[in-house]
């Protein structure tokens, strides 16, 4: 199932990680750390970090694994995937055994 568009900026966690798929079709996989600032209702300044999983497919895959690196700054435009048998985010069990989310 897949979402809307989304459009968001941050900065690579990781230098990308590129496979080919058995059909030979190029996926770059990386993490981007988009941030947020603001002040709370006490004025007390709150910074917060959400991480985003991102899948880049084909030629598309193949430049983001030759032209980005750890720390660069990028801006995503792309469609948020659900699980496909409930439309909600992947449930599973991490390896320390608590329950993760994403989609």
């Known amino acids: 199932m897949s979402f809307q568009t989304i459009i968001f900026e941050g900065n690579l966690g990781r230098d990308p990680d590129m496979r080919y798929?058995?059909?030979?079709?190029a996926v770059t996989n990386f993490s981007v750390?988009?941030?947020d600032e603001y002040t709370s209702a006490s004025g007390e300044k709150v910074k917060k970090t959400l991480w985003i999983k991102v899948a880049a497919w084909g030629k598309t895959g193949e430049n983001c694994n030759q032209y980005l690196k750890k720390g660069s700054k990028v801006l995503v435009e792309g469609r948020l995937t659900g699980d496909p048998a409930t439309g909600g985010p992947r449930i599973w069990t991490g390896q320390e055994g608590?329950?993760?989310a994403s989609f």
Do not use: M, Y
Not at 21 to 25: C, L, R, V, Y
């Open 21 to 25: 798929t058995p059909e030979g079709k």
């Open 33 to 35: 750390a988009v941030n």
């Open 98 to 100: 608590t329950a993760r």
